[in-house]
């Protein structure tokens, strides 16, 4: 039998994101996904039609208590990855997200002629390696952060008052900001069509990258790692904002 | 010489009136009336939702609630050509009627009887006579010496306090005033009854619209859905409320308010020649019988009088252009093509420019701009409108019911016909045709009943709520015989907003500066050759504006 | 006649004496009070001895901005009935409305007590005070509301704002607000504001706060918008009967309906309860009698600052103010969704097409390398 040779570069394996991150992650993903469909249930319920006492039912009941129940978990989890953003990684670090240096906007702007321009260097396919997000994606997210501040501060605020516990009355002052609950409302609902178009475009991103670099970026949030080629490691080390820091 | 007087506020009114009368030996020989406060509702209305003016617009007044909120449904049932199912109909006519008396009664004790009773003197009546004369005059039980003398007892204790409250700094013991102490005391007793009573009647605005002040309304029917096998909507003892309620609000005006009325008005005979005004009567009529759209169904027969002429009575077509017309000659607005020209509802505008003196001030510069109402005409004529109109249309219509009790009126009190055209004609007025709505009222009610009977349970036609379903453009207009008067609404729909919407109130006929060719309002004729005992005093001003019951926040909106 | 003199101000035992009563009968109507303004059976004591003690209360009603249905709801309530309060609880010297004095003398009415009670009386304000033109668009007494608002609160122990307009602007505040309609609270910072929202509010509510008032000598506790909790606290929808259809799923599909026949939630017909803090559910309107969603008209959040401009009345409220009717916030984000979908097909056929050499040379690289292992 000839020998086998595997040509191949030799891959880096870079542990990007830990277990915790993926927990979040996944945990986080589930349960927006559940509160924009009851979100939309609650906002616009379906006509159902059935012969059952209202006694017997309780369907906008569910919906709202599973609402609650996600939004409950929705906010610790948060909570937990806003910790992590101090304890984690670097690749989780906090200043991932938050453009402090004049890098970070560099990279940006890059990430920015590849991925959405497509432009040319000297007629080549331009290159780029950011080995956990890169610096666009971290800046997305820093937005998404926000969206997700919003939606707990009116979505506790509104609950505030249907709750007995002192946790969301925390929030009573909310309503209070934009003149009562009418407006508080319809803010909650319109900043859930930011989750939807980032979902969309998240997820479509995710595979784009996946698909044009091939390091495994889908699968690196299922089992933490992404593979880099040695050489290009090297070349790019620099590029990841912020890369001093741990 | 002349001397000009300010009234200012005037009270016991809806809203904010100031009157300005130069009186010459003892009588008025000019007078101005102007509104003094403005909202601009017209505008705000603008890019809305048809669907949704009736909330907008009920809100022009709390005083004649849900009178515009009917005339906007019309009016937009109007443009969009919807025909509301009988029961809403009849449901709408039951909170017209409830309406009528709920304002008129709160308006004869509450807003005018002051004028004529003078409440410290009824201090000095025997509640035994009190109790003689109550009981002859009507039936109402309760008339006790026992009864007025709690009453008396009651306010005699509040005069020793010191403390007057809305009784404080009044006209008492004007020489204006001239009942006898029992009359007084029997009005005074009454006043204190009819504030109670008020809120009972209008519980039926509650049952149909779930609340009064502002109950609800809904274009293509109403929403309080029938439901007589479940707890939920109109069932047997939803209606038997508006039944018993009906009944006892007819009891009131037979038995209490008509009474009193006509006790007072014979003691008061001369206001009998005070007062007459204009002598041009505008209705645009109501309570349809058969729809809303076969005018000659109605209970308020509609027309237009002139120069007291109750022989002829002449058509009115809101529609038409050169019919209704607003202008702006004396009023605090700027339009696109100058002060003189009068504009048709479909075409109006609402742009508001102060150009008085600027506060604090003494006086208004009468020669030019001098209030915040337009003037509205009928082919050029100043026209009254309300009750007195309205009672004078249904009398020259020659139908029955209105001749029964304009002419017992006039045999009680031993008057001739053209007594109506006063002062008294008008307060007097307003309480014959509160007998008819009372009446009306229970048969509206009797046939709602019937309707439901034989298995008629329709409230709503909603085939067009969608605006997917609407024309590009619509024009519409709706009427009604608010409780003071001709109301119509004009609406502009475009693109499924409302572009235009335009209101003529009746206290606009009524209260409006003088037009574009000089020629007053009813307000300001009304009150020219009225005496004025005291000019520090004005009661007698108060007495003729009073008599038209004014309401400002209507007028102006 | 003027209130030159004082003599000896009544209590409202005496009163309550004077008119024949009992103690036994005043201390029942004291509990039903109590119980009224939703007080611990332990305050009844406190009750009875302020109003054993305090003499008339002088009251005084501006009218601005306003369509006088706050004036008309006060005197619906039904407990108190208005004439007790008029008679034997306050001493309302002023209000437009209901006084008998006209011109020169309803304006020295209002001077006596401004002097007399300095410091004493409570100012109740119906209506907004526009801003607009200098204060010209609503006039008394050839002063504008402002001149007058100013002055008058100048002396007042404590401001009651009535309604809807006194307390957010209501109607006339509506885009694109005309006159500079203004609520009390933005104009007046130095005085305690009672906000009593409601186009109109109950009259029943509102006798409640003066009651409240007069029973404690103090203002009841107001929640951050500056509304009494007593009957604030709760959403509509909290204490709403169709709250079971509500939770069931069951709705009014459109007015008149199988559904609005059986009495189902209004919610999807636009009901605005679920955002409105209101006693409409439980105190109810006109003694009692209905409210507007047990006659089946869904709430339009009357009591809610702004609510004429948050959305239409038939629609749950997600409409963007400033868009047109025709597009709620759901409208433009289906429309950004599509444009997502679109934009990312694109991004996606430009990727393929741009960076072909990229993605082929990947793609020989990996078939280079399962070609190797296979040999
Ligand atoms: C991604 C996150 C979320 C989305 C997409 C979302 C979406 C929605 C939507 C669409 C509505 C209906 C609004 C309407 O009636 O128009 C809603 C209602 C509501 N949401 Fe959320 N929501 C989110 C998070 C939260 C959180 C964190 C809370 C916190 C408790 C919350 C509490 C509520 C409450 C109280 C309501 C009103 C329910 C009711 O009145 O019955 N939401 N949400
Ligand atoms: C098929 C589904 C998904 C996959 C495969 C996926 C994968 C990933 C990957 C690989 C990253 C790393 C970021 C990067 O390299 O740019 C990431 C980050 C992130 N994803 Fe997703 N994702 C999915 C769905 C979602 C959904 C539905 C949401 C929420 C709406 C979401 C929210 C986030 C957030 C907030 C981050 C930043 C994580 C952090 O560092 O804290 N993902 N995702
Ligand atoms: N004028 C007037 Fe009204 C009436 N009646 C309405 O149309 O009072 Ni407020
Ligand atoms: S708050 Fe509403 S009810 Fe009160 S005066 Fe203003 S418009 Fe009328
Ligand atoms: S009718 Fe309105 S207030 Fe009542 S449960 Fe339904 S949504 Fe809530
Ligand atoms: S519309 Fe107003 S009256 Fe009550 S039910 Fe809603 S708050
Ligand atoms: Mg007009």
Redesign the interface.
């Known amino acids: 039998m000839?020998k086998?040779?595997?040509?191949?570069h030799r891959l880096r394996r870079v542990y990007v994101w830990e277990l915790p991150v993926r927990f979040y992650h996944w945990l986080n993903a589930g349960v927006i996904i559940a509160l924009i469909i009851t979100g939309f249930y609650i906002?616009?319920?379906?006509?159902?039609l059935?012969n059952?006492e209202?006694?017997?039912?309780?369907?906008?009941?569910w919906?709202?208590y599973i609402h609650f129940a996600a939004a409950y978990l929705f906010f610790f989890n948060f909570l937990f990855r806003l910790y992590w953003g101090f304890v984690g990684n670097k690749y989780a670090n906090w200043k991932q997200f938050i453009p402090t240096s004049r890098r970070f906007f560099s990279e940006m702007w890059k990430v920015f002629k590849i991925d959405?321009l497509?432009l040319?260097k000297n007629g080549k396919?331009q290159?780029h390696l950011s080995v956990g997000h890169n610096a666009m994606a971290g800046f997305i997210y820093f937005l998404t952060f926000f969206a997700f501040l919003i939606q707990c501060l009116t979505g506790f605020g509104l609950y505030a008052?249907?709750s007995g516990w002192w946790f969301p009355k925390l929030f009573?002052?909310v309503p209070?900001v934009f003149?009562?609950?009418?407006?508080?409302?319809?803010i909650h609902?319109?900043s859930?069509?930011f989750f939807?178009?980032f979902a969309?475009?998240h997820v479509?991103l995710v595979f784009?990258h996946d698909?044009?670099e091939?390091r495994g970026e889908i699968s690196s949030m299922g089992g933490g790692w992404k593979f880099i080629e040695e050489d290009v490691f090297e070349q790019n080390k620099h590029q990841t904002p912020n890369p001093e820091k741990k | 010489m002349s001397k000009r007087i300010?009234?200012?506020?005037?009270?016991?009114?809806?809203?904010?009136l100031?009157i300005e009368a130069d009186i010459e030996n003892g009588k008025i020989k000019d007078a101005f009336s102007s509104g003094?406060?403005?909202?601009?509702?017209e505008?705000?209305l603008r890019?809305?939702?048809p669907?949704?003016a009736w909330?907008?617009v009920g809100?022009?007044?709390?005083?004649c609630?849900s009178i515009h909120s009917l005339t906007s449904v019309r009016c937009v049932e109007d443009a969009l050509d919807i025909v509301v199912p009988p029961n809403a109909e009849l449901v709408r006519n039951i909170m017209f009627c409830t309406q009528y008396i709920h304002d008129h009664v709160?308006h004869f004790y509450?807003l005018h009887a002051?004028d004529w009773v003078d409440?410290?003197n009824a201090l000095k009546a025997d509640p035994k006579k009190t109790s003689e004369l109550a009981q002859s005059i009507s039936k109402w039980p309760k008339s006790s010496p026992g009864y007025f003398s709690d009453i008396q007892?009651?306010?005699k204790?509040?005069v020793?306090?010191?403390?007057?409250?809305?009784?404080?700094?009044?006209?008492?013991?004007h020489p204006a005033y001239k009942l006898p102490a029992e009359v007084n005391l029997i009005g005074l007793a009454h006043y204190?009854e009819a504030?109670?009573w008020?809120?009972?009647i209008?519980?039926v605005?509650?049952?149909?619209?779930?609340?009064?002040?502002?109950?609800?309304y809904?274009v293509?029917?109403?929403?309080?859905?029938?439901?007589i096998d479940?707890?939920?909507?109109l069932n047997a003892e939803r209606l038997a409320?508006v039944g018993q309620l009906l009944k006892q609000g007819k009891e009131f005006v037979e038995q209490v308010y008509i009474p009193d009325l006509m006790a007072i008005a014979s003691f008061y005979k001369d206001w009998g020649a005070i007062g007459g005004g204009l002598g041009n009567y505008l209705v645009y009529g109501d309570l349809p019988t058969n729809g809303y759209r076969d005018m000659s169904s109605y209970k308020f027969p509609a027309g237009a009088i002139l120069n007291k002429d109750i022989t002829k009575l002449y058509d009115v077509d809101l529609k038409k252009e050169d019919e209704v017309q607003e202008f702006i000659t004396h009023s605090w607005y700027e339009y696109k093509e100058g002060d003189a020209k009068g504009l048709h509802p479909w075409k109006g505008e609402s742009k508001?420019k102060?150009t008085?003196p600027?506060?604090?001030?003494?006086h208004l510069e009468t020669d030019h701009k001098y209030s915040?109402l337009k003037t509205p005409r009928w082919k050029g004529n100043a026209m009254e409108v309300g009750p007195l109109a309205r009672v004078l249309v249904g009398y020259a219509r020659g139908r029955e019911d209105f001749k029964a009790v304009v002419d017992k009126a006039l045999k009680d009190l031993n008057v001739p016909v053209a007594a109506l055209f006063s002062t008294l004609g008008r307060t007097a007025a307003r309480g014959l045709e509160s007998i008819l709505t009372a009446q009306w009222g229970i048969e509206f009610y009797d046939q709602l009943l019937a309707n439901i009977k034989n298995g008629d349970?329709?409230?709503?036609e909603?085939s067009k709520?969608d605006?997917a379903t609407w024309p590009k453009t619509a024009l519409g207009v709706g009427h009604t015989e608010a409780p003071r008067g001709a109301l119509a609404h004009w609406i502009n729909i475009e693109d499924?907003?409302i572009a235009n919407y335009q209101l003529v109130v009746p206290t606009t006929w009524n209260a409006s500066p003088r037009d574009h060719k000089g020629q007053m309002s009813a307000y300001e004729a009304s009150l020219i050759d009225t005496p004025v005992a005291d000019e520090?005093?004005?009661l007698e001003i108060?007495r003729t504006i009073h008599s038209f019951d004014p309401c400002m926040?209507c007028s102006v909106h | 006649?003027?209130?030159?003199?004082?003599?000896q101000?009544?209590t409202y035992y005496e009163?309550v004496q004077?008119?024949g009563y009992s103690r036994r009968d005043f201390v029942k109507f004291v509990s039903m009070m109590t119980a009224f303004i939703g007080l611990e059976q332990s305050a009844i004591g406190q009750v009875t001895k302020a109003l054993e003690t305090q003499p008339?209360l002088?009251v005084i009603w501006l009218?601005?901005?306003?369509?006088?249905?706050?004036?008309?709801?006060f005197?619906?309530?039904?407990h108190p009935?208005?004439?007790d309060i008029?008679?034997d609880k306050?001493?309302?010297?002023y209000?437009?409305?209901?006084?008998?004095?006209?011109?020169?003398?309803?304006?020295?009415?209002l001077k006596?007590t401004m002097t007399k009670y300095k410091g004493k009386y409570i100012l109740c304000v119906e209506g907004s005070v526009?801003l607009g033109?200098?204060?010209?668009?609503?006039?008394?007494?050839?002063?504008?509301?402002l001149?007058i608002l100013e002055e008058v609160s100048e002396g007042a122990a404590a401001i009651i704002a009535w309604g809807s307009c006194a307390s957010?602007g209501?109607?006339?505040s509506?885009?694109?607000?005309?006159?500079g309609?203004t609520p009390i609270h933005k104009i007046i910072k130095n005085k305690p504001i009672i906000k009593v929202p409601g186009?109109?509010p109950?009259?029943e509510v509102m006798a409640g706060v003066i009651v409240h008032y007069l029973t404690f000598g103090r203002i009841p506790e107001l929640d951050?918008?500056g509304r009494p909790k007593a009957f604030y606290?709760?959403?509509v929808h909290?204490s709403c009967y169709r709250r079971?259809?509500?939770?069931?799923?069951?709705?009014v599909?459109?007015?008149?309906?199988e559904n609005?026949?059986?009495?189902y939630c209004l919610?999807?017909v636009g009901c605005?309860g679920?955002?409105?803090?209101n006693a409409?559910g439980v105190t109810k309107?006109?003694?009692g009698?209905?409210?507007?969603?047990?006659?089946?008209?869904p709430c339009?959040?009357?009591s809610?600052?702004?609510?004429?401009d948050?959305?239409?009345?038939?629609e749950?409220?997600?409409?963007?103010a400033g868009f047109?009717?025709?597009s709620d916030?759901?409208t433009?984000?289906k429309i950004?969704?599509v444009g997502?979908?679109v934009a990312?097909a694109g991004?996606?056929i430009?990727?393929n097409i741009?960076?072909s050499?990229?993605?082929h040379k990947?793609e020989e690289e990996?078939k280079?390398?399962e070609h190797?292992?296979e040999?």
């Open positions: 000839a086998k040779y595997l040509h191949i906002a616009n319920p379906l006509a159902l059935s059952q209202a006694a017997n039912r309780y369907t906008m009941g919906f709202r959405i497509m040319r396919q290159d008052s249907m009573a002052w209070a003149g009562g609950d009418i407006l508080t409302r319809q609902h319109w859930m069509w939807i178009l969309v475009i479509y784009y698909y044009v091939g | 300010v009234v200012d506020p005037i009270t016991r009114i809806e809203g904010h100031r003094t406060m403005v909202r601009l509702l505008e705000i890019g809305r939702d669907k949704d909330a907008f809100r022009v007044c709390g005083v609630t709160v509450h002051m409440v410290v007892t009651r306010i204790k509040f020793d306090s010191g403390q007057l409250g809305i009784f404080s700094n009044g006209y008492w013991g204190l504030l109670e008020q809120k009972e209008v519980k605005h509650a049952i149909f619209g779930g609340k009064n002040p502002h109950p609800n809904l293509g029917g109403m929403a309080c859905a029938i439901s479940d707890v939920s909507g409320h508001v102060y008085g600027k506060p604090p001030f003494e915040y349970t329709r409230m709503a909603m709520f605006p499924q907003k520090k005093q004005p108060l926040a | 006649m003027t209130n030159d003199v004082l003599p101000q009544p009163e004077r008119k008339r002088p009218h601005f901005q306003e369509c006088t249905c706050c004036s008309e709801s005197i619906r309530s039904s009935i208005v004439a008029l008679l306050i001493s309302l010297d209000t437009e409305t209901l006084m008998a004095a006209s011109g020169t003398q309803a304006e020295d009415a006596n526009p033109a200098d204060g010209v668009y609503c006039m008394i007494g050839g002063k504008t509301s001149q957010n209501c109607v006339q509506a885009k694109p607000n005309p006159t309609a186009c109109p109950i009259g951050r918008l606290s709760k959403r909290d079971p259809y509500y939770d069931a799923g069951l709705f599909e459109t007015f008149d309906d609005a026949k059986k009495g919610y999807k605005k679920p955002s409105t803090y409409c309107w006109n003694g009698t209905s409210f507007p969603i047990q006659s089946g008209h339009i959040g009357c809610e600052e702004n609510f004429w948050n959305g239409r009345f038939y749950r409220g997600s409409a963007f047109g009717i025709e916030a759901d433009l984000g950004a969704l997502t979908g990312i991004h996606a430009a990727t741009g960076k050499t990229l993605i990947h990996g280079l390398s190797e292992l040999s």
